[in-house]
């Protein structure tokens, strides 16, 4: 089952495109759609906005089953009582900078339910409205994590049928000084890290999708912003959308791999999706 987040704004409705993308697709074809009556929203404009997504969840044959939540000590609080406990079920929400607001993800609801540990959580940042939920041209930056592709799988599959192009990125990360002092021989090391990690990963997509349709490429590169290199490909791949990955301690310190993905979701040129799967 899909789970939305729906905050009511018309940015809610672009989310909206794709969690219906993704049920359509799901086996049991239910949208859940949850909202929090803060006050900051009309109830009526509210509703109206759920029954037009009813309403295009029923042309694309998905059963919506919308609920109004009264709003508890906080929205996410309120939220996260409503979530099932399903770790076959997606959550997705939007994610944008709030007026007066430097940050994307901090503070925000969103990161707050990338906490969750109820099931796989998708935060949304669309640029790209037009795409009505349904990018054919995929990013995929990856570190190094041990549990491989199976990280990304829960969202990824849900994105796999209608992919053309998926572009693999390992961004072997290292800071300034030692960057400034690498030898070639370490150079060629580490992209032989990188290199071998990509192929692992490639592996393990093909068992998980033997006869996929879309085309598969990758790079590898060292760099001390790998923020700039990611966009730097976004733009020039010109792809429709990039999933970035997050952790309990990027989003708890917010040092380093935070502040980069609040990078990431200033500048984009395509929608970008923050991903933690439990």
């Given amino acids: 089952m899909i789970i939305l987040a ?8 672009w989310v909206a495109r794709y969690a219906l993308q993704f049920a359509a697709n799901e086996a049991d074809r239910k949208l859940l759609v949850l909202h929090v009556l803060d006050g900051k929203i009309n109830p009526d404009i509210v509703k109206a906005k759920l029954n037009l997504l009813e309403n295009n969840s029923q042309e694309a044959g998905v059963e919506c089953l919308p609920r109004l939540l009264p709003l508890g000590n906080t929205v996410h609080r309120s939220l996260r009582q409503a979530i099932p406990h399903d770790s076959e079920s997606l959550l997705v929400c939007g994610t944008r900078m709030k007026p007066k607001k430097r940050s994307f993800l901090s ?55 209608h992919l053309y192009t998926v572009h693999l990125f390992r961004a072997l990360t290292l800071n300034p000084v030692l960057q400034t002092h690498l030898t070639p021989t370490r150079k060629q090391a580490l992209r032989k890290i990188g290199d071998a990690h990509l192929v692992q990963i490639c592996s393990e997509l093909k068992e998980l999708l033997p006869e996929r349709s879309f ?47 609040d990078k990431v979701l200033r500048e984009t040129p395509c929608d970008v999706g923050i991903y933690r799967c439990p």
């Fill in 215 to 261: 085309r598969l490429d990758q790079s590898v590169t060292i760099t001390s912003e790998w923020p700039h290199e990611v966009l730097t490909l976004s733009s020039r791949l010109k792809v429709q959308m990039m999933l970035l990955g997050v952790s309990e301690r990027s989003l708890a310190h917010r040092i380093f791999h935070g502040a980069g993905i």
């Fill in 6 to 13: 729906h905050d009511g704004s018309i940015y809610g409705d």
């Fill in 107 to 161: 503070g925000s609801v969103a990161e707050k339910l990338l906490r969750t540990h109820q099931c796989p959580v998708l935060a949304l940042r669309v640029v790209q409205p037009g795409l009505l939920g349904n990018p054919h041209d995929l990013l995929l930056p990856l570190a190094g994590h041990l549990s491989g592709f199976s990280r990304v799988w829960p969202i990824f599959r849900r994105l796999a049928n």
